[in-house]
């Protein structure tokens, strides 16, 4: 068996006469989806080639009917759209291949995980408030990462800043027990400074520091930790 390479070339197409019929009514847009696909194209330009199946002197899209859409109400606002843009031509048997294709060009098989953006969010310096009105992720609540995943963290950092120990000062058991409280009541931020796998190891590690230390006040406020990762991992699946 031999996987076989259909695409047949590259080029620019007259995307205002493209056909558009393979992929008509399969898939709806809400408006708050359509104004960010706008935004994006506005900001970033025109990133991502069509894909075109030319059959008897004529050209079938088999995806992007909601980026022509968006660049002709874009055209309306005053906005200059190239005339040709580029396109990748793929062979297809036929009309029915071609429709095929075009499910498999609408299929997403990985998902993106709150944990997994705040990770690359984070690891690439990205500014939430930057990309949040550009990006649709399939099956992802933006509002719920925004609540879970910044805003808390925002919280966070100002707990952190709030019970800092001044320079040089050593803190007491009972410093450290209420820090402690302090933590266990705004728990929820704690978990979204580590993904999934840190943070396991990071239970470890501090299980290792209350055996040593003996601070109980510590050890329930880890308690409630530990059950709030797992209600939010449920959440997550439960969508």
């Known amino acids: 068996m031999e996987i076989r390479v259909d695409v047949e ?10 056909d558009f019929s393979l992929n008509e009514g399969l898939k709806e847009i809400s408006e708050s989806s359509f104004q960010k696909l706008k935004q994006s194209l506005i900001e970033k330009g025109f990133i991502q080639p069509l894909f075109v199946w030319e059959s008897k002197n004529k050209i079938f899209c088999l995806d992007g009917r909601y980026r022509k859409l968006t660049l002709e109400n874009l055209i309306q606002d005053g906005v200059t759209v190239p005339e040709a843009l580029p396109a990748v031509f793929i062979k297809c048997k036929n009309r029915k291949d071609a429709q095929e294709k075009v499910l498999l060009y609408s299929s997403i098989y990985a998902k993106v995980t709150d944990e997994g953006l705040y990770k690359f969010s984070f690891d690439g310096g990205l500014d939430f408030e930057r990309f949040k009105n550009i990006v649709e ?31 040089g000062v050593t803190p007491t058991k009972k410093d450290k027990e209420q820090s402690v409280q302090h933590g266990d009541i705004a728990g929820r931020q704690f978990i979204v400074m580590f993904h999934a796998k840190d943070f396991e190891e990071f239970i470890k590690r501090m299980d290792a520091v209350l055996l040593e230390s003996n601070l109980q006040t510590y050890a329930d406020g880890l308690q409630y930790l530990l059950s709030l990762h797992e209600s939010i991992k449920r959440d997550v699946v439960n969508g």
């Open 9 to 18: 070339r590259m080029g620019f197409v007259d995307w205002q006469t493209l």
């Open 137 to 167: 992720l399939p099956n992802f609540s933006m509002s719920f990462y925004e609540k879970g995943y910044i805003c808390d963290n925002h919280n966070s950092e100002q707990v952190q800043n709030e019970t800092k120990t001044p320079e």
